[in-house]
């Protein structure tokens, strides 16, 4: 049984190696094609200008909207750039089939190698998410990672699918500091667990917590630490255990208006990332903690600044802010204009959260 | 006092220069070798200027005793194929100061061929050696003279002279000096070689003391117009100069010797004939009309005198007092001074007084002075409140000031004549530029005649971009009179109009390739200092160069953005060529091929003409 599902699982990630290798193969033969009958090679770029996001309610997120901008080789000013994507293109392609990986920073210098001068990492960055829109791919999916901060902690065996460790077998439950959320997590398969239900919290601090206080067991649950805005590795992660393993993910976040759109954003995307889907876990819930948490538990509170009272009215016409909690969160933020963090919860005892707060909100998750 | 005057007079002008010879250059062993080698050298190409012959010039300079340190003496000869001197004249040429046959008015690189013999007295002061002048006039014989110069009697001490057949015609002047070629010879280098820009008709070629060679052939076979002598101009001079020309239109008393009687005989056609004095007084009044102004004034001094030709013969005529009505003059016979009345009402009177008195100013103007007609004469006299027929030999001191500030400031005199200038020309100008320089762009602008004080004076001037022009300029060429400017550059009024000038403003940034050539022509530059190597900025000088940089900006400005356009092509391709193969480079794995795209194809369309082309068909455009 379990060798079988190793294989068809590892079937799976040479179905999307072999997928990644073809789209790329195919938009390098499209332009050879062009250089060859003398035609300057362009291709089409989804936009990404604030004019083209647009919220699909069906979706559940934020995505691109129809307007592409064209990217020719005969225009002088794009044609660095042009260079610049297709040596992506050419190292991605790379990496892919090597199955390396590498880091946004390792893209800027490798590109060094190539004579393909980058002003600096952002604009190697930038080149990033235009591969990313031309092939609604995730970095993640050309082997190309970003720096890891996040970790997880839990009941959940995996086997890793990078080159040296196939086959090999893990439970990420054996490290009390948990294990980061890196490229070789992100592709291992995940192979079974115990657990009932994924908590996302914020902070490392809780995350420590948590585990100390054996959360994991004694909610059946699977601890991942998104270290503030979760990474997108990170969201690929939530979204498999989700959709995968059929496990409910709830939130737990500081209670301001960051904390609340940290919840959005697991929930359904950024809008930097409309470019791509599959980041999303549209079923996740947030859940504290809330504004209205503040009063209910008394909690001590900070003077929100000018800029979160801006970010609250900027959210307030987010169309995903519409209504429900999320408005009615918001709204009581402006009007208290108070914040709170998780560790206020301390103020009652240091496992005031784990054993009062946390039980709660969790059987409440259930009605959400 | 009177012996304080005693002494000053008895300094000569050579003691003068000797005792201020900083004022002419002479400061320094280096200055001094520079000073010496330019004299010489714009004294030949002056002399063959004048004659309309292309200029042969050849300079050499050699060390004495070349072991030695400098400062050290040199021997430094100049040859030319000029005219030569004649062989009377060599020794006052070379063994006078002041002594030049440049005193007219136009425009010359020296002014009285003043800088050769401060140059030779120079040499003479520091090694005690003669200058050796060799001289022929007709390309024969040749005059060999060693000269020095008596200091205190400024006279030629002749050590040596000589005679040979030569095959040549030209002048060759060696002098001795005190010199420091090891500070002075970037400098002259520098002298010869702009020279030769400036004188491209000219062959230049000079021998340095340390063996090198440095010949400039001409490049041009045409001479420019060679200047005229001209009267001076109303605005261009002062109470002084009235002064002297006064003197030189007084008629003067003719002197009564024997050639003047008989000449007064002949005319009345009495060669052979002795009349009486009534006689002669009757003959003359019938022939009056026919008899020339000279006969007229003996004739008149007789009817005062009484006198027969005999009695004429035997005296001396002191002096003719309009004031008194007195006529002086010295009896031989009787020893003694005697004096008759003259009659006011006498028309021999009137001649009399009229020599003595000059010529009414009407006529002064118009036949002493240039672009001055009668109607404008009559015009300043009524503006100076003289009457026209005023005898300017009658003029107090008082009014020769007012004539000479009511000369200055009225104002319908017409502009100087520039036929006694001599400027390059705009063509030779411009292919002196080219060859010099070999830019990628040139501008030449000959301006028309202005004047200052009287003085009038051409602007030509030339801009270099580009090419093999070096970076950090604009680098400024300062000629004047076809003389380079290379020292106190800071001063001078060219440099100044080049650093006001915004040149931001005409697309010129940074430290650009960039060349300016200035050339001043005129009868008299307003140099700065005795040194002739700055000029000052007279307002109407400036006002001529910024409008000549004005329009070679305008010009280069235009030049710059088809440049810029050029550029931009060229990057633009350059782009291509680098970008393209790397795309393909780069798609050529993702396809999974072997063989690259042949690109090619795509390289050659986006390929623009040359830029360098586009510039030189721009060019015609530019020049005109």
């Not at chain 2, 030569?84 to 007219?104: E, Q």
């Not at chain 2, 000079?206 to 001479?223: A, L, S, T």
């Not at chain 2, 007229?296 to 004031?323: A, G, Q």
Request: hydrophobic share 35%.
């Amino acid at each position: 049984m379990k060798t079988s599902k190793s294989k068809e699982l590892s079937k799976k990630a040479k179905e999307k190696q072999k997928n990644v290798l073809e789209m790329l193969k195919s938009h390098g033969a499209k332009i050879y094609d062009d250089l060859d009958n003398g035609r300057f090679p362009k291709f089409s770029i989804p936009s990404r200008s604030v004019s083209n996001i647009v919220y699909d309610k069906k979706l559940r997120q934020y995505i691109l909207g129809n307007n592409s901008a064209l990217r020719s080789a005969k225009n002088s000013a794009q044609l660095r750039s042009f260079t610049q994507l297709m040596w992506l293109a050419f190292f991605a392609n790379r990496l892919t089939q090597e199955k390396k990986s590498s880091t946004l920073r390792d893209v800027y210098y490798s590109s060094q190698a190539f004579a393909v001068e980058f002003e600096d990492q952002s604009e190697s960055d930038n080149i990033i998410v235009d591969l990313e829109a031309i092939s609604s791919k995730p970095r993640e999916d050309f082997h190309i990672f970003p720096e890891e901060r996040s970790s997880i902690f839990g009941d959940l065996n995996i086997e890793y699918t990078i080159p040296g460790y196939e086959g090999k077998t893990m439970n990420l439950s054996n490290h009390p500091d948990g294990y980061a959320i890196g490229p070789s997590l992100t592709t291992a398969e995940l192979v079974d667990t115990s657990a009932e239900i994924v908590i996302a919290v914020e902070k490392g601090g809780l995350f420590t917590r948590f585990v100390e206080e054996q959360i994991d067991k004694k909610f059946k649950s699977i601890i991942i630490n998104t270290g503030g805005q979760a990474p997108r590795s990170t969201r690929t992660l939530l979204k498999r255990l989700h959709d995968e393993l059929g496990l409910p993910v709830i939130i737990l976040t500081d209670g301001d208006v960051y904390g609340e759109h940290i919840a959005m954003v697991i929930k359904s995307g950024s809008a930097n990332a409309a470019h791509l889907r599959e980041l999303t876990v549209p079923d996740a819930k947030w859940v504290g903690v809330w504004a209205t948490d503040i009063e209910k538990y008394k909690l001590p509170t900070i003077p929100m600044t000018e800029s979160d009272i801006k970010r609250c009215h900027d959210l307030l016409k987010d169309p995903r802010y519409e209504g429900g909690i999320w408005k009615k969160e918001l709204d009581v933020f402006l009007r208290i204009k108070r914040k709170a963090e998780l560790e206020a919860f301390s103020k009652y005892g240091l496992t005031n959260i784990t054993d009062k707060y946390l039980p709660q909100k969790i059987e409440l998750a259930k009605s959400l | 006092m009177s012996s304080i005057k005693e002494k000053f007079n008895q300094i000569s002008p050579s003691e003068f220069f000797y005792s201020n010879r900083d004022l002419a250059g002479f400061s320094n062993p280096t200055r001094s070798l520079y000073t010496a080698v330019r004299e010489l050298v714009e004294n030949a190409l002056d002399a063959c200027d004048q004659k309309g012959i292309l200029p042969d010039v050849r300079l050499i300079i050699k060390a004495v005793d070349p072991e030695k340190p400098d400062p050290k003496p040199y021997i430094l000869t100049v040859k030319d194929n000029g005219p030569g001197i004649d062989s009377k004249y060599v020794p006052l040429a070379f063994g006078t100061i002041l002594y030049g046959s440049k005193f007219g008015l136009k425009q010359a690189r020296g002014m009285f061929g003043l800088g050769a013999t401060m140059a030779i007295l120079y040499g003479q002061i520091t090694t005690n050696k003669p200058v050796i002048v060799k001289s022929s006039t007709d390309g024969k014989i040749q005059d060999e003279f060693e000269i020095l110069l008596d200091i205190q009697k400024n006279k030629p001490i002749i050590v040596k002279h000589k005679t040979k057949e030569i095959s040549k015609q030209g002048l060759s002047v060696s002098i001795c000096l005190e010199g420091d070629y090891s500070k002075a010879g970037t400098k002259i280098r520098d002298y010869v070689y702009e020279t030769s820009l400036i004188t491209p008709y000219a062959t230049i070629t000079f021998d340095d003391p340390k063996g090198e060679k440095f010949h400039h052939p001409r490049f041009v076979k045409d001479i420019p117009p060679p200047p005229t002598i001209i009267r001076p101009h109303p605005h261009g001079i002062d109470v002084e100069r009235i002064r002297r020309m006064i003197v030189e239109s007084l008629f003067e008393i003719p002197n009564i010797d024997d050639a003047m009687i008989e000449k007064v005989r002949k005319d009345l056609g009495l060669s052979k004939k002795n009349l009486s004095f009534t006689g002669i007084m009757e003959k003359a009044r019938k022939k009056w009309k026919t008899l020339p102004r000279q006969v007229r004034v003996v004739i008149s001094l007789m009817s005062f005198l009484k006198m027969d030709f005999e009695k004429l013969n035997k005296i001396r005529i002191e002096d003719i007092d309009v004031p008194h009505k007195k006529l002086f003059y010295w009896d031989f016979g009787d020893s003694q001074s005697k004096s008759v009345d003259m009659d006011p009402e006498s028309l021999y009177y009137n001649q009399l007084t009229h020599t003595v008195q000059g010529e009414p100013l009407t006529t002064f103007l118009t036949k002493r002075f240039q672009r001055v007609g009668p109607t404008t004469a009559i015009k300043f006299a009524e503006f100076a409140k003289f009457k026209p027929e005023k005898r300017v030999g009658t003029m107090t001191n008082q009014e020769l000031v007012h004539l000479s500030n009511s000369l200055q400031k009225f104002e319908d005199f017409m502009a100087p004549d520039s036929s006694c200038l001599a400027p390059l020309g705009a063509e030779p100008l411009e292919k002196g530029i080219k060859k010099f320089f070999n830019p990628d762009f040139t501008a030449v602008v000959q301006r028309p005649a202005s004047a200052y004080s009287g003085f009038p004076f051409i602007i030509e001037m030339g801009i270099a971009y580009g090419g093999e022009i070096k970076s950090g300029g604009p680098h400024v060429y300062r000629f004047a009179n076809r003389i380079p400017l290379l020292y106190d550059e800071g001063s001078d009024v060219v440099l100044k109009v080049v650093n006001d000038a915004d040149w931001g403003r005409y697309k010129v940034k940074g430290e650009p390739p960039f060349v300016i050539v200035s050339h001043i022509c005129s009868t008299r530059i307003p140099y700065k200092t005795a040194g002739k190597e700055n000029v000052a900025d007279r307002p109407e000088i400036e006002r001529e160069l910024r409008l000549a940089l004005q329009l070679l900006s305008r010009k280069l400005a235009a030049y710059m953005s088809k440049r810029g356009q050029a550029e931009m092509a060229k990057k633009r391709s350059n782009l291509y060529a680098k970008y393209i193969p790397m795309i393909a480079e780069f798609c050529t794995e993702l396809a999974g091929k072997k063989k690259e795209p042949n690109y090619k194809k795509i390289l050659e369309e986006v390929n623009p003409i040359e830029s360098k082309k586009t510039v030189e068909e721009e060019k015609p455009i530019e020049n005109k």
